[in-house]
């Protein structure tokens, strides 16, 4: 008599060594396994990393004590079960592919089958938190099945053959970005943490684990295509070829880092993260490079330059009389640059005034050389025309009066040389070459103040610019040394800056904190007293005195102390001592409110009157009005625990309008750090401050300057009313950088010659919309 096999539990998850498989599709499903989970399981890694680090951050920067208190609990219990997430999200993983085992009726009826039973058999109310869950991770499958549309197409085909199926649709396929999901919120339970924590747990997933997924689906169709399951399978959509002059514009543009596309939204195109990268705002301090690049085409846009100023020639020729001149000979590169290079040697300290008298220069030079006239290449020509322009539009940004003006003239030769044997200055945001221009140029930025730029930066500036004049020949390198020498300078001084700000960040951290607790005292005392028959003075007592001694009790000691509890003791018996017509007096909670009073600042004769009042059960007509109307002056004439002049009578804000009020829901969620310009004078000039911190509790916000310096504090409700005035703009990082600024005002002029301007101008980008 045969042994049956052994009972296995249907609630277990499959695997692909129980699965009712052909041998040849378990074997393609098994490579499948192998390659997904060793790239989901580093990334999953580093989800849990930043995680952790996110959820360290978020106790941290807690505004008050309670909160604190539960993320700390939350990371607690993290660490705790860190170690089974991913386990359980590679058992759903390969769950999701053995049921393929199930058979083609089975597969592809397994969604409905589902769901008609869910209709009919188990009714339930869902709750608010399962619907969030859901609406987040169907967002971020979505955008996935969005971004990698062509290659999941290609592998649900490829999976429909291993199952003997149609093609599988987004919502069935395994390894598609809803199973993901999927597999990843039933994975979650097991680190046994709140709904907020599991969302964002699931918003870091999509920027660490997701984020690589199209890179995985190549690597998961390349697998099953090298074991012959349709390896011949191509698609390619239907599409409307782009002219090459919107490809060229598209890469040129790509050269300003966050710069916003030029092309349409997609139709039907979610508007929730429609801002993104587009409206990413600047955060960088003074003259450093921006740590993000976008990828370019570097041969097509500067294509597109030279298409825009061969337009512009032929503008400039229509209007010039026709002066037909016999052809010259051109001069060659090499020889541009050698002429140069041997100018530069003979140029005085101070640099030549701008490039075309350079340009003169060398051609007049040539002249006289070679005894008859020569012409520039086309290209270099362009080259001229281009860096002509740029320097022309810096030059708006720069303050005269400052040392930036002399740096910048003193490197026009050595630019001038680099642009004409690497065009990829105009077109690569990180070109070293360009990255010392931006330094140089923003040190005379006219959005300085005069206290804004940091003494100490300007002898780096110059030693930078004295290097490549003096050792710059032809060498890249040079550029490269100097300009990581700068980096280094100005990324210490950028740290000094954060340093200076991270004081002033904490102070503003500490006033709110006493702002919370001095709410959260007062709401108490409103509680406790409620509709309670007191005294008017005592009362009065009570709001200001007593409330000073709550909020300090907070402050050190937390709403979970004892020390708390002992002080809403003491207030429950002041009001029943004080509702009471009659009654004796209680010495123990005199003693107790003469001793707290001392600690917030109070003498013995002043904290001895109020806690004679505060216990005692005396009505207005039988106190002694002498006494009342002395100790009510003293407490007139003395400050409230951490309130200062200004802050006592701040009056009710009016109501927004619409704009005012999108602008201040924008403030709300604005990252630390983002500059915003604000207008100084009826001329239009501008000054920028750094939003380095604020309450969405106080609604206060801290501002500094360049050097991490405090300049003031301000309502965000202030502040948006001047974002809807356009008396303040938010810095956008493609307008962030001088260089950049410069940059889209050359080609927005380019463009006009052209014939195909920008509708928003050269202006575009400088706000962020909410």
């Not at 990829?424 to 923003?442: D, K, S």
């Not at 500094?704 to 301000?714: A, K, T, Y």
Request: aromatic share 4%.
């Amino acid at each position: 008599m045969s042994t049956p096999p052994p009972a296995t539990d249907p609630s277990a998850p499959q695997t692909l060594a129980t699965a009712t498989l052909p041998r040849r599709v378990r074997r393609v499903l098994e490579h499948l396994l192998n390659t997904a989970s060793d790239e989901l399981e580093r990334h999953l890694t580093a989800m849990l990393a930043e995680f952790e680090q996110q959820l360290f951050r978020l106790a941290d920067h807690a505004r008050n004590p309670g909160v604190e208190s539960t993320h700390l609990q939350t990371l607690r219990t993290l660490r705790l079960n860190r170690s089974d997430l991913v386990p359980r999200f590679m058992v759903g993983l390969e769950a999701s592919l053995a049921a393929l085992g199930r058979g083609p009726a089975q597969v592809a009826g397994t969604a409905g089958a589902d769901t008609a039973a869910g209709t009919f058999h188990h009714l339930r109310l869902v709750d608010d938190a399962e619907l969030d869950e859901d609406a987040v991770l169907r967002d971020i499958a979505v955008r996935q099945e969005s971004r990698a549309s062509l290659t999941l197409h290609l592998l649900s085909q490829r999976f429909g053959v291993l199952a003997g199926t149609p093609a599988f649709d987004a919502e069935r396929i395994p390894l598609g970005p809803q199973s993901l999901c999927r597999i990843l919120r039933e994975a979650a339970q097991s680190l046994q943490v709140t709904l907020e924590a599991r969302l964002l747990l699931y918003r870091i997933f999509e920027r660490r684990v997701m984020a690589h997924y199209p890179q995985m689906l190549d690597m998961l169709n390349a697998s099953v295509a090298a074991e012959g399951i349709l390896p011949s399978l191509t698609y390619v959509p239907i599409r409307v070829r782009p002219s090459p002059q919107s490809q060229a514009e598209a890469a040129a543009e790509a050269a300003v880092p966050g710069a916003r596309p030029r092309r349409p939204p997609r139709r039907g195109a979610r508007r929730g993260g429609a801002q993104g990268e587009a409206q990413r705002t600047h955060t960088a301090w003074l003259g450093e490079a921006d740590a993000e690049t976008a990828g370019m085409d570097e041969r097509a846009a500067y294509e597109l330059l030279q298409q825009l100023l061969s337009g512009r020639r032929e503008l400039i020729g229509k209007l010039r009389p026709d002066k037909r001149r016999a052809p010259r000979e051109q001069l060659d590169t090499a020889e541009v640059v050698d002429a140069l290079g041997r100018m530069q040697g003979t140029m005085s300290p101070s640099g030549p005034r701008n490039l075309l008298d350079i340009k003169q220069a060398l051609l007049a030079q040539v002249r006289q050389q070679r005894g008859r006239g020569s012409s520039f290449s086309r290209e270099d020509s362009d080259t001229f025309e281009l860096l002509g322009m740029l320097y022309g539009q810096i030059e708006r940004e720069v303050r005269s009066d400052t040392p930036a003006v002399g740096l910048l003239r003193r490197l026009q030769l050595p630019l001038l040389r680099v642009a004409l044997q690497d065009r990829a200055f105009f077109v690569q945001a990180q070109h070293p070459a360009r990255q010392l221009l931006n330094a140089v140029a923003e040190s005379g930025a006219r959005w300085l103040d005069e206290d804004d730029l940091d003494p100490q930066l300007l002898a780096p500036l110059q030693q930078a610019v004295k290097h490549v004049v003096e050792h710059f020949d032809d060498d890249p390198a040079v550029f490269e040394a100097s300009n990581r020498e700068l980096q280094t300078q100005l990324h210490t001084l950028a740290r000094k800056a954060e340093m200076a700000e991270r004081r002033h960040v904490e102070a503003a951290r500490g006033k709110e904190k006493l702002e919370i607790a001095k709410r959260e005292a007062a709401d108490t005392i409103a509680e406790l007293v409620g509709e309670q028959p007191l005294p008017k003075f005592v009362r009065a007592l009570l709001n200001q005195a007593w409330a000073d001694v709550l909020t300090l009790t907070l402050l050190r000691q937390g709403a979970d102390s004892a020390e708390w509890r002992q002080q809403l003791d003491a207030t429950r018996r002041i009001v029943a001592t004080c509702g009471r017509k009659t009654g004796p007096a209680d010495p123990g909670l005199a003693n107790h409110i003469e001793a707290a009073l001392a600690q917030v600042g109070y003498h013995t004769e002043e904290a001895a009157a109020i806690a004679r009042r505060l216990t005692s059960a005396l009505d207005e007509d039988e106190d002694d009005p002498a006494s009342r109307t002395e100790l009510t002056m003293k407490l007139k004439a003395r400050a409230r625990l951490g309130q200062d002049t200004a802050s006592r009578h701040k009056p009710a804000p009016a109501p927004r309008n619409a704009a005012e009020q999108a602008h201040y829901d924008q403030l709300r969620v604005m990252p630390y750090g983002t500059w915003i310009e604000f207008v100084t004078n009826q001329q239009g000039d501008v000054v920028r401050r750094r939003l380095s911190w604020y309450s969405p509790i106080t609604d206060n916000a801290l501002f500094v300057n360049q050097r991490g310096h405090r300049v003031g504090e301000q309502s965000l409700d202030s502040v948006a009313r001047m974002l809807a005035r356009g008396q303040a703009r938010i810095v956008t990082a493609e307008r962030g950088r001088l260089v950049d600024r410069a940059w889209q005002a050359t080609l927005h002029a380019l463009r006009s010659f052209a014939g195909h301007g920008d509708k928003d101008g050269p202006g575009e980008g400088t706000e962020a919309t909410p």
